[in-house]
């Protein structure tokens, strides 16, 4: 056989040639966009997990997504220009949230591992979403009327509609509300501390910062390390203050898993019961929006929290609305297929299943202390689930909305009365007897179970 010539060589298609047109392709585009999805997903859960986790530790997050992701692959090139354009702009607005976690800590200065890969999410979900309304475009019929052209065109974008707030916002939230979290942060204590670890009963190792304990009792703030006026506030009463950081953010190990966060809690009240300055009958919490949403959950858990502040706690992810939350209409039936969606996607990216109900479990606390605080309108729905909280929760309890004040701002907003109410609180909670050496404060509540300072003469009377 003659081996071809020059001329027959170039005319033949080269492999660049081919990948150029294979790229040209809409089909082949949209694969090759899904791959570049798929690998960063693979690098996640797989080649890269976070410290102190495994690939075995995200089967769920792993697999769940790659199924999907390889069917619509498969299935992508069998389906109508619509279909294939509502697609493509699901999984193009899903992948570019896979990414956003990347852009998120490189921006930071806190880039790692996967996080790359991260941004190559970012390009092919950017690919898949620009390819969406060109497939409609090429696949337009002009044939009949105008109206019916329009009304046509309608109909081929509301699945597109209907993925995106039924599919893609409950799903790309619970991936960010897994996969972000604050990165390290050196708080702004001005007085000594000690850089701590906190080890979980799953083995993950936690970041913390200690100030010593004078007065026998010590709160743990969560989280802590921005916390700084809270934590100054308590040590200038004599408390030692353990600041942590949760699990997958700062510098502690393990996944964003806010769901499992009640484990790190009862690790920091473990490390705290081993320490000599602090009697074990003598730590209580501090919990700030999700923090104090899981605070609640571990001092129901346990009786090793004597007392706890939860400020800024809302409806956490997985409950869903309660019938006493008082949302009727629309907003009810809108919320409860996303609610749904939303609790699946993060019990698959967290490798985590939801938690029960706070208002089912606040009243397992008693007899020990609860203290709730919030604003209005606050966020996450904080405003009216304290209601919901605090019916369940049984005495001692007390409840205080903050004047002026912005989500989990109640420092800001009323800095003197902030510190007369928490001291006074923790105070009675975690110092008892020793509550006769200070005179000049006692906890009252009044009417609406809100607790009051009122300062009194040494010898008791106002």
């Known amino acids: 056989m003659n081996a071809p010539t020059i001329a027959q060589t170039y005319a033949q298609p080269s492999f660049v040639a081919k990948v150029a047109g294979a790229v040209r392709s809409e089909i082949a585009l949209a694969r090759l966009a899904i791959g570049l999805v798929a690998l960063h997903v693979v690098d996640d859960n797989f080649l890269q997990p976070n410290p102190g986790t495994s690939a075995g530790n995200h089967l769920a997050s792993g697999l769940v997504p790659l199924a999907i992701l390889a069917v619509a692959a498969v299935l992508y090139p069998r389906f109508r220009a619509g279909v294939r354009a509502s697609l493509a702009g699901s999984l193009g607005a899903i992948g570019i949230t896979f990414g956003v976690p990347g852009a998120y800590y490189l921006l930071d200065g806190a880039a790692s591992g996967d996080h790359y890969t991260g941004l190559l999410s970012i390009v092919a979900g950017a690919v898949l979403l620009l390819s969406a309304p060109v497939t409609l475009w090429k696949a337009r019929r002009s044939g009949g009327s105008r109206r019916r052209r329009y009304l046509r065109r309608a109909l081929e974008i509301a699945p597109a509609l209907v993925l995106l707030l039924f599919v893609v916002v409950p799903v790309g939230y619970s991936y960010l509300y897994t996969h972000t979290g604050r990165t390290a942060t050196t708080p ?83 490390y705290l019961r ?8 003598r730590i209580g919490g501090f ?129 003197a009365e902030y510190e007369r109410r928490v001291i006074a609180f923790f105070d009675q909670a975690l110092l008892g007897a020793k509550m006769s050496s200070r005179p000049d ?12 300072i009122s300062r009194l003469t040494h010898d008791g009377r106002p």
């Not at 081993?274 to 009958?281: A, E, F, L, S």
């Open 441 to 452: 404060r006692q906890l009252k509540v009044n009417d609406q179970g809100a607790p009051a």
């Open 188 to 270: 702004d204590l001005r007085v000594p501390y000690e850089s701590v670890t906190v080890t979980t009963s799953d083995s993950l190792k936690l970041a913390a910062s200690y100030v010593p304990s004078k007065n026998r009792a010590a709160v743990i703030l969560f989280p802590g390390a921005t916390r700084s006026d809270e934590a100054r506030m308590l040590v200038r009463h004599g408390y030692g203050v353990l600041l942590l950081d949760p699990r997958g953010q700062g510098n502690s190990e393990g996944d964003t898993i806010r769901w499992a966060g009640d484990d790190d809690l009862l690790g920091a009240a473990d």
């Open 287 to 415: 919990g700030f929006s999700i923090g104090g949403e899981i605070l609640l959950e571990a001092a129901a858990r346990s009786t090793a929290l004597k007392a706890v502040v939860s400020e800024g706690a809302g409806i956490r992810v997985g409950e869903g609305l309660d019938k006493r939350d008082n949302v009727t209409g629309p907003e009810r039936l809108l919320y409860k297929p996303i609610s749904t969606v939303m609790t699946a996607a993060t019990t698959v990216f967290s490798n985590h299943g939801p938690p029960p109900p706070i208002a089912d479990r606040i009243g397992r606390i008693a007899p020990r202390s609860v203290f709730l605080i919030y604003a209005d309108p606050g966020m996450g729905g904080e405003s009216t689930r304290q209601a919901v909280y605090y019916a369940g929760a049984r005495q001692p309890k007390a409840i205080w909305k903050v004047p002026g004040a912005e989500h989990t701002a109640g420092i800001d907003a009323q800095p």
């Open 274 to 281: 081993r320490r000599t300055d602090v009697d074990p009958d």
